[in-house]
Structure formats: C-alpha cells, structure tokens
DNA sequence: CTCACATGAGATATGGTTGTCTCATGTCTA
DNA sequence: TAGACATGAGACAACCATATCTCATGTGAG
C-alpha cells in the first residue's frame, strides 16, 4: 500500500505548492482523508515535509532523466529540462522556499544528486563553448530554480499565460535581456 | 520620534532578511527594545509586515533613484540598478516570499510604482533597440527580483562571494548563459 | 524635587496548530 | 458470520506565538 501514501503525498504537493502555510489539516482534506490517517501516514509536519523533499527530489530527477540532458547540444538540453520541470513548477517552489525558511541541511544527500546533474549540463555547455564560462555552473543552477519559480509565481498571479512560461524562462535564461549584436 | 520607530523598522528589516521566522519577541531583541515596546509601535506582526513592505518600497524606490534609470544606455542603467539593489537583497528576498505566502493585494500600490519604474527601464531598452522585444518588461523586472533574491540566499549558503554577487546577477539578466556567437 | 511619560519585565489570556488518544464505522478476507 | 484491519470523527492536552495588561523603573522637563 505504498501506493496509497504516494498518492497522498502527491495531494499535498498539489496543495501545498498553491497554498505553502496551508495547516495538516488541509492537507488532510486535500488528500481526501481525515487528519488521523495523515498522521499515520506521516508522523508529524516534519516529516511530511521531509518526504515532500524526498518526493521533489524524485519528481525532479525524472525530469531530468526525461530531458535527456546529455544528448545533443547543451542549449537543447537545457530546452527540454525546463520544458519538463515547468508542470512541477509549483512545488518545486513550495520547496524552493521551505529551503529558504528551514537552513537545516538535512537530505542534502537527495539534492546534491540531482543539482550536480543540472550543474554538470551547464559545465558541459561551457566546456563546448556554447556557454559562457564566466558565470559557475551552480549559479545557473540557481537561477534555474529561481526562474522557474518566480514564472510560477507570475502565472498564478495571472501575469503571465501558462503556455508562454516555458519559453519565458529558457530565453532569459539563455539568452538574457540583450538583444543578440549584430556583430 | 518618528526617527525611532524607523530604527525599529529598520532592525527588524536586517533581522527579518537572515532569519524569515522570527518572532516579535525576536524582532524586539533584535531592535534593542521589549517586546511590549515594540507592540506600542507596531499593533502586531501584520502591521509589522505591512510597515516593512512600506520601507522595502521606499528602499527599493532611492535604489531607482540613485540609479538614475533614466540616463544613459539602458543595460548600463540596470547595471547602476542591481549594484545598488543589492546591499538590500535580503530584505528585498524576504519581502518578495512574504509577498507569496500571503496572497492579498494590501499595498499594492507602492509596489506598484517601483514596478513600473523598473518595467520602464526594461521597456527605454526596447524602445531603443538594446533589450529584446519578445521578453515583457514585467517579466523582466520579475526576474530581476527572483536572481537578485536567489544570489542573496546563495551569498548566505557560502556557496557565493558576496563581491560576485552583482556581476553575477547582472551577467545572467542581461546576457543569460549563452556565449555570443561570432556570427 | 516632582510630575509626566516612555520603557522593560513579567504575568496572563487567547487562538491556532499540532500530537495523541478513543471509539464507532466500514471493508475485506477466511 | 466472525475477525482483522484501516479509516473517520471527534475529544483532549500541549505548545507556541501573539495580544493585552499591570507594575516598577528610569529619565527628562518643568
């Protein structure tokens, strides 16, 4: 029945990545059971969101997985990473923030992994030249995140179309502001 | 004695940047007052809250005045911007997830005004041919906030130097990860 | 000096959330 | 049918932060 304790999980991600301070008991409502059976799920609020840790860094290691990121150009690669993370955009950034709020490091483990993926496309991207080698792999990873949640953000504030977020994203990213010299 | 409920602010600002959770009696150490003092200036957290967003406005506006947004090339202009921005970065990152969790429109207004400000910058490039047309200015000044907060939390990681920062943030919001082609 | 006023320290009450428990009900299987 | 098991509903205490109040202290102005 680990089945049934996913499914939970994935509620309160789906929650929570709307409403970050919602109470157990919400997220108990939202998974369509009582605050006891949550409870017996999980432990206590900690450890719910511990295993929202665990769930993200799952749901964002597949994403990275689907990308696919060490085939073709990195800039490609990078394309299809943010393609892939925008649906889970939400609660990557309940996440992104809880970070924030908590500094403890607990199950660095999880996302260590799945940051030195991202880092290491970017190190790809530099070490083939497509990148600029100036900004660190790790800052771009960052600033992934950081984008990816500020267009979920703008998209749930209802300023930006959830079909442009995508592109919104991966242009700045890539591109930035400047316009391309046509030198 | 308005002078004094500033320095409060002011206290309560520095503290609130690094540690998000406070609480009030926190806040009040931090400023050097009681708890019951500090409960004679502000009536309770939300006007405490509400009183930061008001100074983060302010903060945020002499940072576009002293930027002088409006002189020179544009990309020069948001160069002057984020180096200013940033010495207030983490109050600014606090207030921008505050702004998230709570999803009212109170003082909207203030803010309102610094988005403009900054959107028009966004917009003069445009207009003059240096920024990319396809990225909205309101996207734009997002942005700017999410990397301005991001590099902070990554300052406060030790993962950045502080000195990098601004470079940093500028590099990425103006040029993304992209090396210019030759072509 | 004395009074007015602001402050600090502490006590107290309140509200909301959490953690824990019990009990009745529903469901599935032997 | 009987028993095992999971669940829902609710009661309950505990905790934390907040909000409010009182009282003693200190300081500055008159």
Chains 1, 2 share one sequence.
Request: proline share 4%; net charge negative; with cysteine.
């Amino acid at each position: 029945m680990s089945t049934k304790s996913e499914q939970v999980l994935a509620a309160a991600a789906e929650l929570l990545a709307r409403k970050p301070g919602a109470s157990m008991d919400e997220v108990a409502r939202a998974a369509g059971i009582s605050r006891a059976t949550l409870h017996r799920y999980f432990a206590g609020r900690d450890a719910l969101v511990t295993a929202l840790g665990a769930l993200g860094v799952r749901r964002l290691d597949e994403c990275v997985d689907a990308a696919a990121v060490g085939e073709g150009s990195a800039s490609d690669a990078v394309r299809r990473l943010v393609e892939q993370v925008m649906p889970v955009a939400g609660f990557l950034a309940f996440l992104y923030t809880e970070h924030q709020l908590f500094e403890q490091d607990r199950m660095d483990d999880g996302w260590r992994r799945v940051d030195d993926r991202i880092s290491g496309l970017f190190r790809r991207g530099q070490q083939e030249g497509e990148f600029r080698p100036e900004l660190p792999p790790a800052w771009l990873t960052e600033a992934l995140y950081a984008l990816v949640a500020a267009s979920d953000w703008s998209v749930q504030d209802g300023q930006m179309a959830p079909k442009d977020a995508p592109t919104l994203v991966i242009e700045l990213l890539l591109g930035g502001a400047l316009a391309r010299k046509p030198a």
